[in-house]
């Protein structure tokens, strides 16, 4: 079952640093602010969970090393918290940006950021540090159980306002979006290339999302699972060996399920449909050449 866990791992990485990439060899002012800033401090985050998952799969502890998994399993549960938190961070940030709305005029304090990322999940380990230690010394599922359940929620609540956003901004007019781009050149070809871009970067965040509210929804089932206390701990890590093989064999396969279906089907029914609208409205009047492109490029793409 530990090999499953790796690939989950190793499936959600990628893609992360895949955008990480992206941003890296991006021409866009906007991203090299603080979002560039907040992605980096995530990917790290993401790094160490990872590293840190796949050692406490390979290794084992003795009694006298108990303190050891508790260490680990603490930097585990800091790493995925500051990661989600990040990634929270980073979908408020896109927001602002890409709607054009009043947010986009609230100054940055890191401050916040350091408080929100790193300072409460280290407040929220300490909280738990009883249920840490006695997972480290039973290793059994109840000692993380409301670790778990918080870890879960909070995966869900972040990756529900991904969607609602995502909502929001895809019915946001065309010419809030042409502004946000901010090409340094303005022509065509460069600003086909933005837009391609940019469909990309929402394709890889959105299996990210996916994969990850499989990953929460496993953690909200252990956590409730284990503290209402459903099964017998003598039967209950099977079970919950065979639901995590399960959610992440759903993550792995069924993002790109998903992905596929999206850019056939709901793309060519619902996406262009926003767009001709939007030219109607907007951009026919503001950038006659943007709308020809934006025409031809929808004509391409049926």
Same mark, same amino acid.
């Given at each position: 079952m530990a090999v499953v866990d790796f690939l989950a791992d190793?499936?959600?990485?990628?893609? &992360?640093?895949?955008?990480?990439?992206?941003?890296? &060899?991006?021409?866009?002012?906007?991203?090299?602010?603080?979002?560039? $800033? /907040?992605?980096?401090?995530?990917?790290?985050?993401?790094?160490?969970?990872?590293?840190?998952?796949? /050692?406490i799969k390979l290794l084992s502890f003795s009694t006298e090393q108990a303190w050891v998994y508790t260490v680990l399993i603490?930097?585990?549960h800091i790493g995925e918290?500051? !990661? $989600?938190?990040?990634? /929270?961070? =980073?979908?408020?940030? #896109?927001?602002?940006?890409?709607?054009?709305?009043?947010l986009c005029e609230i100054k940055y304090y890191p401050i916040c950021e350091i408080i929100l990322q790193i300072v409460l999940p280290i407040l929220?380990?300490?909280?738990?540090?009883?249920? /840490?230690?006695?997972? !480290?010394?039973?290793r059994i599922m =109840?000692? $993380?159980? +409301?670790?778990?359940?918080? *870890?879960?929620?909070? =995966?869900?609540?972040?990756?529900?306002t991904f969607i609602m956003m995502g909502i929001g901004l895809s019915v946001k007019p065309l010419a809030r979006f042409n502004r946000a781009i901010r090409c340094t050149n303005s022509n065509d070809l460069r600003r086909k290339k933005a837009i391609r871009y940019?469909?990309?970067?929402v394709e890889a965040t959105g299996s990210i999302c996916i994969s990850h509210s499989f990953k929460a929804s496993y953690q909200i089932l252990v956590g409730?699972?284990?503290?209402?206390?459903?099964?017998?701990?003598?039967?209950?890590i099977p079970y919950m060996d065979t639901l995590n093989f399960v959610t992440n064999g759903l993550s792995i396969y069924f993002t790109p399920f998903v992905l596929?279906?999206?850019? +056939?089907?709901?793309? #060519?029914?619902? *996406?262009?449909?926003? &767009?001709?609208?939007?030219?109607?409205?907007?951009?026919?009047?503001?950038?006659? $050449?943007?709308?020809?492109?934006?025409?031809?490029?929808?004509?391409?793409?049926?």
């Amino acid at each position: 079952m530990a090999v499953v866990d790796f690939l989950a791992d190793f499936i959600l990485l990628p893609l &992360f640093i895949y955008l990480w990439i992206s941003l890296i &060899f991006s021409k866009d002012n906007n991203l090299r602010i603080n979002f560039y $800033t /907040l992605f980096c401090v995530t990917g790290v985050f993401e790094v160490i969970s990872a590293v840190v998952h796949i /050692l406490i799969k390979l290794l084992s502890f003795s009694t006298e090393q108990a303190w050891v998994y508790t260490v680990l399993i603490a930097i585990l549960h800091i790493g995925e918290m500051s !990661a $989600t938190m990040g990634k /929270l961070f =980073n979908i408020i940030d #896109r927001y602002e940006v890409m709607s054009g709305d009043a947010l986009c005029e609230i100054k940055y304090y890191p401050i916040c950021e350091i408080i929100l990322q790193i300072v409460l999940p280290i407040l929220t380990a300490l909280h738990l540090c009883d249920y /840490l230690s006695a997972a !480290a010394a039973l290793r059994i599922m =109840n000692g $993380t159980s +409301r670790w778990f359940l918080y *870890q879960g929620i909070l =995966n869900i609540i972040v990756y529900s306002t991904f969607i609602m956003m995502g909502i929001g901004l895809s019915v946001k007019p065309l010419a809030r979006f042409n502004r946000a781009i901010r090409c340094t050149n303005s022509n065509d070809l460069r600003r086909k290339k933005a837009i391609r871009y940019y469909k990309r970067m929402v394709e890889a965040t959105g299996s990210i999302c996916i994969s990850h509210s499989f990953k929460a929804s496993y953690q909200i089932l252990v956590g409730v699972i284990a503290i209402l206390e459903v099964f017998d701990i003598s039967v209950s890590i099977p079970y919950m060996d065979t639901l995590n093989f399960v959610t992440n064999g759903l993550s792995i396969y069924f993002t790109p399920f998903v992905l596929v279906i999206f850019s +056939r089907r709901v793309r #060519r029914s619902l *996406q262009w449909e926003i &767009f001709k609208k939007a030219i109607n409205r907007i951009v026919l009047v503001k950038n006659k $050449t943007f709308a020809k492109l934006l025409m031809a490029f929808s004509r391409e793409h049926h």
